[in-house]
């Protein structure tokens, strides 16, 4: 258990920028037990729920990673700023990536509480589906 934020960080990041489907049991033990972690699609509580988006993650796309780009880092608050890099197992299987946030509260054992990710999920992924890839960068084009 990391003894101060700034190791709590160091460790995350690493686990984080290295998750694979046998080490998403490392990657939470970063989290709080009744840890919340929500992002454009989903919100849940603890450590099965989360693990669980992770590893769905690997079922639905080939290839997923996250290269943490920068690091902010507060008195108890974290923002990573990332990319995230795939392929789709179905339809477009060509290289993706998109750049998001991961806001991080950390409690007084230094675990996370609570994790918000933001990210536009239509440039992320509905704009590489087929038929609702079309509509969405049309209606993005308008803009």
Known sequence: MPSNLSDAVTQLKFQFEN???SSVDE???CYASNAIFKDPF???QGRKEIQHIFLN???QLDQPSFIVRETLMGSQQVAFLWDFHFSMKRWNKAPLEFTGV???YFDEAFLVG???DYWDPAAGIYEHLPL???LMRGLKSLA
Do not use: A, D, R, Y
């Open 19 to 21: 998750v694979t489907t």
């Open 27 to 29: 990657l939470m033990n």
């Open 42 to 44: 989903q919100e849940v």
């Open 57 to 59: 993650m690997f079922k």
């Open 102 to 104: 991961s806001w991080l």
């Open 114 to 116: 609570k994790h918000h």
């Open 132 to 134: 609702i890839g079309p």
